[in-house]
DNA sequence: CCCCAGGCCGCGC
DNA sequence: GCGCGGCATGGG
């Protein structure tokens, strides 16, 4: 918490998602669009996904159904400034058609109800993923781990392998609350963006 | 020219 | 169970 406090103070609130939350329209879900946002963001900067989701809202398409119905051609052009493109349009139209066969295309309900190792189960969802999209989709108390999160760790000492070790680390040192994790982890990230990894560097004298 | 980004999967051992 | 390469665009 001190950690928390002492990030706050720095940085201020961070107010991540939704983007376009106050925008009412046919083809747009704020709930899917912070879904989407999840995997578009995989190891990619958000000015990247930004790109892709803008014009993703901007045909109407920021919807399970619509994502599930589009040529899936179209669906990577319209991605393609997020990077991994194949494989993220895949994992947008695999996504999708679980909305839709879970919860009749209900974004909202979907991740909700869904259980995170249903989550990890889908082809291109991990841990980091399923918990952002339970975090930030559904304010449910998951702490996300990212390169960020390990960065500032290791910066204090704390060095784990495993992800859920990270998660424990955190979950066991913090008040269960949704709204916490939600601040603790932006604020991670706006801190990671002005401390870099530490320089790859050869050691002349270990020959 | 280089490295980095809000990871994940498939493969070989 | 693990380490490693591939995926890809845009910015510094």
Not at 56 to 80: C, D, M, Q, W
Not at 123 to 136: F, H, K, Q, R, V
Request: aromatic share 12%; charged share 25%; with cysteine.
């Amino acid at each position: 918490m001190r950690l928390y406090h002492e990030l706050l103070a720095t940085y201020g609130r961070q107010h991540w998602w939704p983007v376009h939350s106050g925008r009412k329209r046919p083809g747009f879900d704020p709930v899917f669009e912070v879904l989407a946002g999840c995997i578009l963001t995989q190891n990619t900067s958000w000015t990247n996904v930004e790109k892709a989701i803008d014009a993703l809202y901007a045909h109407g398409l920021l919807t399970p159904v619509a994502i599930t119905k589009i040529r899936i051609e179209k669906l990577r052009r319209l991605i393609r400034p997020a990077g991994y493109f194949k494989q993220k349009a895949l994992k947008l139209r695999i996504f999708s058609r679980a909305i839709m066969d879970d919860a009749k295309g209900s974004a909202r309900r979907y991740i909700h109800t869904v259980s995170r190792d249903d989550l990890l189960a889908l082809w291109g969802i991990g841990p980091e993923t399923a918990d952002s999209m339970l975090l930030y989709g559904a304010n449910r108390p998951e702490f996300v781990i990212d390169t960020y999160t390990k960065r500032l760790c290791a910066r204090h000492g704390i060095v784990y392998d495993a992800y859920d070790d990270y998660k424990t680390y955190f979950r066991t040192r913090l008040p269960v609350d949704a709204q916490l994790y939600n601040e603790f982890h932006a604020l991670v990230v706006r801190w990671g963006k002005d401390h870099h990894p530490p320089r790859k560097t050869v050691s002349t004298l270990s020959i």
